[in-house]
């Protein structure tokens, strides 16, 4: 059944909930304390299951009523395994979780449509027709497929009415829902990540600004061999409504169905796009999800949604090469100089340089070994949580690092690809493709040559 959204759900209330979720978790906390005084240890499992249980629970029900940040929260914690959480209940526990990635309102056709009305005026004569039942939904709009009189096929995005005010008041509720997740990231500096989180959602608001982000990638990326960004259709764009080339194919889940070699190749078309792009273009999507990538009719990976979208200073974009290129090197001297001139150790008297390179290591191991390895969702989710849950000699110093936002972008962006290359279970020595932009390597594979042969072509000039 179609639901509106509930702007009257106000932030007064939800951040009412998100207050009782902490006071609930205390109370679990010294519960579980009290619990594991008495009772054999299968009791004492059982409690601690039953606890993390429910505050999966709670999580979702106030995580998955809101449309903004702390929903972004939730959809990261759901890719994460972490040992908060008794390791028999984890299963279930991320399972749980998981629901907030695909948890989205229903709207009603008929005020959705009414948005696109009230937003093109006359221009809603271009199309021919507009089909009511929605291809996809998203947690600040839903998408339909049109026709336009000239016989264009077209995606049609609009945002939900008023969800513009209910995000704004979900993100002054962040910082309260940061307070319940501090011990589970905690080498995540919680200002870097409300700034970064905060940064992309009022991006994601103005769909005008994605329109402009969607077509400087669709020049750039015009007549790409593997990779399609769909056209905008510009005059049938507004800050609520976002008109694009309707992109036909298969899903990425469906991908993941197919054969070892079709599954590898789009592996490696993701992992350039979303993972490449940051040093060979210094600009990036930074949403890397299942719903934003499709395997084309003509062969292609069609990337989708560029609401949130990067650009990096050279600087940053220097600090990423020169330390990953040392770490590769074996050089924590040299890896720990660079972080610092990027302000990203600020506490040298607790951590060792060694400490550092091993801290890079755990985290990036997956692109920094020089062999051919198959990413399961096993790898991805380790290469995560040793990133933001480290549990080695390092991980009390670590705590005290901190990430700068688009650096923290770059390493989000980065765990969400490998995490759907886990999904994909694909295959490749991803430490000789990242060698083509990090050390200007010649590129091994038949795509590397191909997309080298067409930059050369492209960008001759």
Same mark, same amino acid.
């Given at each position: 059944?179609?639901?509106?959204?509930?702007?009257?759900?106000?932030?007064?209330?939800?951040?009412?909930?998100?207050?009782? *979720?902490?006071?609930?978790?205390? @109370?679990?906390? *010294?519960?579980?304390?009290?619990?594991?005084?008495?009772?054999?240890?299968?009791?004492?499992?059982?409690?601690?299951?039953?606890?993390?249980?429910?505050?999966?629970?709670?999580?979702?029900?106030?995580?998955?009523?809101?449309?903004?940040?702390?929903?972004? %929260?939730?959809?990261?914690?759901?890719? #994460?395994?972490?040992?908060? *959480?008794?390791?028999? /209940?984890?299963?279930?526990?991320?399972?749980?979780? /998981? @629901?907030?990635?695909?948890?989205?309102?229903?709207?009603?056709?008929?005020?959705?449509?009414? %948005?696109?009305?009230?937003? #093109?005026?006359?221009?809603?004569?271009?199309?021919?027709?507009?089909?009511?039942?929605?291809?996809?939904?998203?947690?600040?709009?839903?998408? &339909?497929?049109?026709?336009?009189?000239?016989?264009?096929?077209?995606?049609?995005?609009?945002? &939900?009415?008023?969800?513009?005010?209910?995000?704004?008041?979900?993100?002054?509720?962040?910082?309260?829902?940061?307070?319940?997740?501090?011990?589970?990231?905690?080498?995540?500096?919680?200002?870097?990540?409300?700034?970064?989180?905060?940064?992309?959602?009022?991006?994601?608001?103005?769909?005008?600004?994605?329109?402009?982000?969607?077509?400087?990638?669709?020049?750039? &990326?015009?007549?790409?061999?593997?990779?399609?960004?769909?056209?905008?259709?510009?005059?049938?764009?507004?800050?609520?409504? #976002?008109?694009?080339?309707?992109?036909?194919?298969?899903?990425?889940?469906?991908?993941?169905? #197919?054969?070892?070699?079709? =599954?590898?190749?789009?592996?490696?078309?993701?992992? =350039?796009?979303?993972?490449?792009?940051?040093?060979?273009?210094?600009?990036?999507?930074?949403?890397?999800?299942?719903?934003?990538?499709?395997?084309?009719?003509?062969?292609?990976?069609?990337?989708?949604?560029?609401?949130?979208?990067?650009?990096?200073?050279?600087?940053?974009?220097?600090?990423?090469?020169?330390?990953?290129?040392?770490?590769?090197?074996?050089?924590?001297?040299?890896?720990?100089?660079?972080?610092?001139?990027?302000?990203?150790?600020?506490?040298?008297?607790?951590?060792?340089?060694?400490?550092?390179?091993? &801290?890079? +290591?755990?985290?990036?191991?997956? +692109?920094?070994?020089?062999?051919?390895?198959?990413?399961?969702?096993?790898?991805?989710?380790?290469?995560?949580?040793?990133?933001? +849950?480290?549990?080695?000699?390092?991980?009390?110093?670590?705590?005290?690092?901190?990430?700068?936002?688009?650096?923290?972008?770059?390493?989000? %962006?980065?765990?969400?690809?490998? /995490?759907?290359?886990?999904?994909?279970?694909?295959?490749?020595?991803?430490?000789?493709?990242?060698?083509?932009?990090?050390?200007?390597?010649?590129?091994?594979?038949?795509?590397?040559?191909?997309?080298?042969?067409?930059?050369?072509?492209?960008?001759?000039?």
């Amino acid at each position: 059944m179609d639901t509106e959204p509930s702007p009257s759900t106000s932030a007064l209330r939800r951040g009412g909930e998100l207050g009782k *979720v902490a006071a609930h978790t205390a @109370i679990r906390r *010294v519960r579980s304390r009290a619990a594991t005084l008495g009772g054999s240890p299968d009791e004492r499992r059982r409690r601690a299951e039953n606890d993390a249980l429910a505050a999966a629970d709670e999580l979702i029900t106030v995580l998955g009523s809101m449309k903004g940040a702390a929903m972004k %929260v939730g959809q990261f914690l759901s890719l #994460l395994d972490l040992d908060m *959480v008794p390791p028999s /209940a984890r299963p279930a526990f991320t399972q749980k979780l /998981a @629901i907030l990635r695909d948890n989205a309102p229903r709207v009603s056709s008929e005020t959705m449509l009414g %948005v696109v009305r009230a937003e #093109l005026g006359d221009r809603m004569s271009a199309f021919a027709e507009i089909n009511p039942e929605p291809i996809a939904a998203a947690s600040i709009g839903q998408v &339909y497929r049109a026709r336009l009189t000239d016989g264009r096929d077209v995606a049609v995005k609009v945002q &939900y009415p008023g969800i513009d005010r209910v995000v704004r008041s979900d993100l002054k509720n962040l910082a309260i829902a940061l307070r319940l997740y501090k011990r589970l990231l905690p080498t995540v500096d919680p200002q870097s990540f409300v700034r970064e989180v905060t940064g992309n959602i009022i991006a994601e608001l103005d769909y005008e600004a994605e329109a402009d982000n969607q077509r400087r990638l669709a020049v750039r &990326y015009q007549g790409h061999p593997f990779i399609q960004i769909p056209d905008v259709i510009g005059n049938l764009c507004t800050p609520k409504v #976002l008109t694009t080339e309707l992109v036909s194919g298969i899903s990425f889940d469906e991908v993941t169905g #197919l054969d070892a070699e079709t =599954r590898d190749q789009v592996g490696e078309v993701i992992y =350039r796009f979303y993972c490449g792009s940051i040093h060979t273009d210094a600009t990036f999507c930074g949403d890397p999800h299942p719903g934003n990538i499709m395997l084309a009719d003509d062969g292609r990976v069609a990337f989708l949604d560029f609401g949130s979208s990067k650009t990096m200073s050279k600087r940053a974009v220097q600090l990423e090469r020169s330390a990953l290129i040392a770490a590769r090197a074996g050089d924590a001297t040299k890896v720990a100089q660079i972080l610092r001139r990027g302000d990203i150790l600020i506490d040298e008297d607790n951590i060792t340089d060694a400490d550092v390179l091993a &801290y890079v +290591h755990d985290s990036t191991w997956w +692109h920094m070994d020089d062999t051919t390895l198959t990413i399961t969702p096993e790898i991805a989710n380790a290469a995560m949580v040793a990133a933001v +849950h480290p549990a080695h000699e390092y991980a009390e110093p670590s705590r005290r690092q901190r990430f700068p936002e688009e650096h923290l972008m770059a390493r989000r %962006v980065e765990f969400y690809t490998c /995490a759907m290359l886990g999904q994909l279970g694909a295959s490749a020595n991803w430490f000789r493709i990242e060698s083509e932009w990090l050390t200007g390597a010649e590129p091994e594979t038949e795509l590397g040559q191909v997309d080298q042969w067409w930059r050369k072509r492209t960008f001759s000039d």
